[in-house]
């Protein structure tokens, strides 16, 4: 990657990360306390939703920055015709790559393809808006199909001292939910998740993507 790609990506990733978590904060913490096995009201409600909101934003641009940066360089490095049926598997990489979580894994290869599909139809490369369109679609499917492993990491994390659950394993948290509440329990805060999340990935990859594109023509023309 030249230096004006590295650097277009590191601020870009960084002005992403913040936009998200400034908007996205309180909804996420409205998720979390939808998710707690005391019940919404009990943990908080609609309490403080904003709290913790500057610190978040902070942590987010290093954290951002440093996820796509490692994620475009890893796409140069597996560089592939983007006819071949093997770009899902290199975006795949480059996203674990940058952060190992099933999210990622699921939504950026879907945010490619879909990019990849609107640019094929339009002859040309999509528009940062139309970008922004297919990262809420991936994050809206991602989060949908992800929820389960999302409701087990909050009982984990909510969980009491000492008990079964509180020790992280993930298929005993599933299971235990799967015991209680069903289906419904693995899926709670499904919709709330799949809005948020949808959401976040119009704002962070749309100003992902505006912003890259703003930095390297301003490279281009001031190199």
């Not at 987010?60 to 560089?79: C, D, G, M, Q, R």
């Not at 199909?145 to 909050?154: C, G, I, M, Q, S």
């Not at 709670?188 to 948020?196: L, N, Q």
């Not at 990935?201 to 190199?223: C, M, N, W």
């Amino acid at each position: 990657m030249d230096r004006p790609g590295f650097m277009a990506s590191l601020v870009a990733g960084g002005i992403a990360g913040v936009s998200v978590d400034l908007i996205l904060f309180p909804l996420d913490t409205i998720k979390t306390r939808l998710q707690s096995p005391q019940g919404f009201n009990k943990a908080g409600g609609f309490h403080g939703i904003y709290a913790g909101v500057p610190s978040a934003a902070i942590g987010s641009f290093p954290n951002a920055a440093a996820f796509f940066i490692t994620y475009e360089y890893v796409k140069w490095f597996l560089h592939t015709d983007s006819s071949s049926y093997l770009m899902p598997v290199k975006h795949m990489l480059a996203a674990s790559a940058g952060e190992v979580i099933p999210f990622s894994l699921v939504q950026f290869p879907l945010w490619e393809s879909l990019k990849a599909l609107w640019s094929g139809r339009q002859d040309h490369v999509v528009d940062s808006w139309q970008s922004a369109v297919c990262g809420a679609f991936a994050g809206g499917f991602a989060a949908a199909v992800t929820t389960p492993l999302d409701v087990a990491k909050t009982r984990i994390m909510l969980a009491k001292a000492g008990s079964s659950t509180a020790r992280g394993n993930v298929l005993s948290a599933l299971y235990g939910v799967w015991q209680s509440q069903g289906l419904t329990g693995l899926f709670a805060g499904v919709f709330p998740r799949m809005a948020a999340i949808s959401l976040g990935g119009f704002i962070f990859l749309g100003a992902y993507d505006q912003t890259h594109s703003f930095l390297l023509e301003v490279s281009r023309k001031h190199p």
